[in-house]
């Protein structure tokens, strides 16, 4: 089975469990082609389909003609000539199937079918903006009619031998543009290199308007594929889950950060620069890939200081670098590099944009296609009629608190949540997310639900970064934390972060921070009331993962294996799900209730609802 285009971390369990449930049965192996080979659909499948290199097969492009197949037969056709019943069925790209663009590249099959895709869809047209969606319906329609052909013949004949090609993916990712995201702070182990995923991005600025909209389409390790949409428009702005058709109205620092985005993106940038011209200031020369730059900076219109390098030899920016605080890391800087110039409508873009936040890679792009001066329809602004809306999610200073049981507090009210266990003369707070922020805005709650009551312990579920930016304040206070060995380093280092741009109390004050580690299991008791900390991992989300378990109150706090919307219909089942409950039912805990680090209150019978789902 061949899909062109499809990255192989694609194929999990749960973005294509079927082809996964296949590979499981038979094998799903990695097969890299050698370095002469172009990463061309022509040549990589000509060896794939022969077991030979450019140097044997000869194709080096779409174009087959001047290939020497004859004498590196595809497996197709010497399973044929070996007397096997073979089938041979392609999806839309003809050189594969026909003799047409110097194919076949199968020569023999003994039952072969091709479902055709109109011209003027096998290849996305940029100066046509209709051509996109024309393409990808027309694709769509060619894979979905040769899988059901294939699979009427696979059940019927039962051939040996078989190869089925799908082109629909393949089409997409000519269409837009595609890339690699490395998660920043969501690594198994804090110390691992950054986790990789692949995403297909589409998006469109309207500089003039202050409009904008951003589709992706990704898979989180061991999550499920998401499709989203964000749109700017003005001084309002919606997301768009195309999945769930969901709609959700941006927060307002969500709108701030769309406008930062357009502000900064590689195309207007130079223009922002120019519109800040009173803060210009020439800094001198440095060196960026061994070609002497130019250098300026200018401060933005929030402030945040720009550094811009120009390539003193090609005129051209090569990148440019803002420093921020980042609640874990401190001062850090983000570099966007910007290379691989093409011209597009009289003027020079960049077509490859790779993004480093303190020093390590977070994003890769390659663009397939851009367009200046496109004018879009107004449509791709709107939001989908009739489609449900949810509010958003308030900003890190909202704390809602809801009483589970005596002593037992969720704190909730924005995209994290935290618990808090009350003893007579202290507290314990499990997951202190988001940044220094949420933590001030948490410890003025504490105070007021459970005066005199200081919080003495504060337990990590992860050390991913949005659920420990918070540390930082409760290491202030001398609060000890408490987590797994794999993270003791990691707090180490956040405590001692330098955070000069955004001071907070642990830099004015410094100090080291107060670590406890846990194997296994650990237990809090005071009188009647009861603690454990369990370690369930590992998981495909993190190495170690802490969940807190109140065995009186049959409660059980976990973060990120499962969670709960605040609106809304609970994900289906993803491998991180499926794993949690198996090691709950594991470790025998007694759960009513589950309070997640996202989203509602729930209980048992939900998570067993979801994991039983088809
Ligand atoms: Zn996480
Ligand atoms: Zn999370």
Redesign the pocket.
């Known amino acids: 089975m061949g899909v062109d285009g499809v990255r192989f971390d694609f194929l999990g369990p749960d973005s294509a469990p079927s082809i996964w449930a296949l590979g499981q049965a038979g094998f799903l192996a990695r097969v890299p082609v050698d370095e002469a080979t172009p990463t061309w659909s022509g040549p990589c499948w000509a060896t794939i389909a022969t077991g030979t290199g450019v140097a044997g097969h000869g194709i080096t492009g779409n174009d087959l003609t001047g290939h020497r197949l004859a004498e590196h037969p595809d497996f197709v056709t010497r399973a044929t000539w070996a007397g096997l019943p073979t089938l041979l069925a392609v999806s839309g790209w003809p050189p594969l199937a026909l003799a047409e663009d110097g194919g076949p590249l199968f020569a023999e099959a003994s039952t072969r079918e091709f479902t055709a895709v109109p011209r003027t869809g096998l290849v996305w047209d940029a100066a046509r903006e209709a051509s996109r969606e024309e393409g990808l319906t027309a694709w769509d329609a060619a894979d979905e009619a040769i899988t059901a052909r294939a699979a009427a013949i696979l059940a019927g004949q039962a051939p040996r031998v078989s190869f089925v090609y799908l082109g629909a993916v393949d089409f997409a990712g000519h269409a837009t543009g595609s890339g690699t995201a490395y998660n920043q702070g969501q690594s198994l182990r804090p110390s691992d290199p950054y986790s990789t995923r692949a995403v297909e991005i589409m998006s469109v600025a309207d500089f003039e308007k202050g409009r904008s909209v951003n589709e992706q389409v990704t898979t989180p390790i061991g999550g499920l594929s998401t499709k989203t949409r964000a749109v700017l428009r003005g001084d309002s702005g919606f997301g768009h889950n195309l999945l769930t058709n969901v709609v959700t109205p941006t927060t307002p620092g969500g709108l701030t950060g769309a406008r930062t985005a357009l502000r900064r993106d590689p195309l207007s940038i130079l223009v922002t620069a120019s519109r800040r011209a009173d803060t210009l200031r020439y800094v001198g020369e440095d060196v960026v890939d061994g070609e002497k730059n130019d250098v300026v900076t200018f401060a933005d219109a929030d402030g945040t200081q720009i550094t811009l390098y120009v390539g003193a030899r090609t005129g051209l920016l090569s990148k440019y670098e803002t420093i921020a605080d980042n609640p874990v890391l401190g001062d850090t800087v983000t570099e966007t590099k910007l290379s691989d110039y093409r011209p597009v409508g009289g003027v020079q873009s960049p077509f490859r944009v790779v993004t480093r936040v303190g020093g390590q890679v977070t994003q890769d792009v390659k663009y397939s296609d851009v367009k200046v001066n496109a004018s879009p329809e107004a449509s791709l602004y709107e939001p989908p009629a009739a489609a449900p809306q949810v509010t958003p999610l308030p900003g890190p200073t909202t704390v809602a608190v809801t009483k589970i049981a005596d002593d037992v507090f969720l704190l909730a009210g924005s995209s994290?949540n935290s618990l808090l266990v009350t003893f007579p003369d202290h507290s314990l707070l499990v997951e202190a997310p988001l940044s220094d922020e949420r933590t001030q805005a948490v410890m003025a709650k504490i105070k007021e639900i459970a005066p005199g009551k200081p919080v003495r312990y504060v337990v990590m579920t992860h050390y991913?970064f949005?659920?420990s930016g918070g540390l930082r304040g409760w290491i202030a206070q001398g609060a000890t934390i408490v987590t797994t060995p794999g993270n003791k380093a990691f707090v180490e280092q956040v405590a001692a972060a330098k955070h000069t741009i955004r001071p907070d109390d642990l830099s004015r004050a410094p100090k080291a921070a107060v670590v406890e580690t846990y194997t296994g299991k650990r237990a809090f008791t005071v009188g009647d009331r009861t603690v454990e900390l369990y370690d369930v991992g590992p998981n495909p989300h993190v190495a170690e993962m802490t969940v807190a378990y109140l065995p009186k109150e049959k409660t059980l706090f976990v973060?990120?294996l499962f969670?709960i919307p605040a609106e809304g219909p609970i994900a289906p089942a993803s491998t991180n799900t499926r794993q949690f409950a198996e090691k709950v039912q594991a470790l025998g805990l007694q759960v009513d209730k589950i309070a997640p680090?996202?989203g509602r209150i729930g209980s048992m019978d939900e998570l067993k609802q979801v994991v039983s789902a088809k």
Do not use: Q
């Open positions: 994290h991913h949005d659920h973060a990120d969670s680090a996202h």
